[in-house]
């Protein structure tokens, strides 16, 4: 029988798939003993992670709940299959990515801080924003108050399997794409062509893993290549930020930024992103919906059915993701 290692915490609702042939194994947080089970299915958080590994045996494949796995290879030997969850987080992090784009165009932060200001007048500085962007000026018949996403420019930059959920949600406000990949395919451009499209793109957006390659890919250099009045969205990871030169662009209003992911994370109270100006921060909650551990652990059950039966994994990482 194939012992399968879970979060204690895991309620039984999300355990049902689980064939009979399935024994699991719920680990607490801090095992005080060592455990031996045959597939692990790593916690929701790192800390967790890195808390229950040392106590673990005889591990043979660890399943992420996760796309990203980057806080697991820094601690998983090479000898141990590990598989991501490609998939889960499509819908919400999609999701999550076009409402930010929504919001920003439409200036949505700028109007709850006047709702909370109680301030109905206010809404001409709105036009503010508007005049950012490059290639505008004031009216003196009507202020801009909010702007449009038809026929922007939106270059996805990460377009796997959530940049095209992204697209595709996109698509009906009809803005024009580009889009960049590791491996390049009819439509969508290698990372070399990254510095050529950045300006070109109105809307910028990053669904990237956490790797060697993508870390702090969007420098100083990069950000200052973009429009002025661009709006940079993260759906990805932080680090592939260098967020001491998204802070400069921002307070500069070089730029306008949505960001669900930071580095560093938690963000502390007295980090300067909280108060730059032109930003939503949202607490790296975008594939967090009520659904996301269903689809997680329907996945989990297939791959323990997998390894039961001999057959292949899905989702099997090489390299860095």
């Not at 801090?30 to 040392?54: C, G, N």
């Not at 009507?142 to 949600?169: C, N, S």
């Not at 930003?279 to 059950?301: E, G, N, Q, W, Y």
Request: aromatic fraction near 6%.
């Amino acid at each position: 029988m194939i012992r399968v290692g879970i979060e204690a915490s895991i309620e039984d609702r999300y355990l049902k798939d689980f064939s009979n042939e399935i024994q699991l194994v719920r680990i607490p947080e801090k095992p005080s003993s060592p455990m031996d089970i045959d597939l692990w299915v790593a916690p929701l958080s790192a800390a967790t992670a890195r808390e229950q590994w040392p106590s673990l045996r005889n591990v043979k494949v660890v399943q992420s709940p996760f796309a990203g796995v980057d806080a697991l290879l820094k601690i998983l030997p090479k000898e141990v299959t590990l598989c991501d969850a490609r998939g889960v987080h499509d819908i919400p992090t999609a999701e999550w990515a076009v409402t930010a784009i929504l919001a920003m165009q439409k200036y949505i932060p700028f109007y709850v801080d006047l709702q909370r200001r109680r301030d109905w007048n206010g809404k001409d500085e709105a036009e503010k924003i508007y005049l950012l962007r490059e290639g505008t000026v004031p009216s003196s018949n009507m202020p801009a108050l909010i702007d449009e996403i038809a026929d922007m420019t939106v270059l996805i930059v990460g377009y796997g399997a959530i940049g095209q959920g992204i697209e595709a949600r996109l698509a009906p406000f009809r803005p024009k794409f580009l889009r960049v990949a590791r491996t390049s395919r009819a439509g969508v451009e290698p990372v070399s062509r990254l510095d050529d499209l950045i300006c070109q793109a109105d809307v910028i957006v990053l669904i990237m893993p956490l790797t060697s390659e993508t870390y702090r890919m969007f420098d100083r250099d990069r950000i200052s290549r973009m429009k002025r009045g661009a709006l940079l969205v993260n759906a990805g990871r932080g680090a592939t930020v260098e967020t001491d030169a998204l802070v400069e662009a921002l307070a500069q209003k070089h730029i306008r930024a949505a960001v669900d992911v930071m580095d560093p994370e938690p963000l502390a109270p007295d980090h300067p992103l909280w108060s730059a100006p032109n930003l939503l921060i949202t607490p790296h909650v975008a594939s967090d919906s009520p659904r996301t551990l269903d689809r997680a652990f329907k996945l989990v059950a297939e791959q323990a059915s997998r390894f039961a039966k001999n057959e292949p994994l899905q989702n099997v990482v090489t390299g860095e993701y």
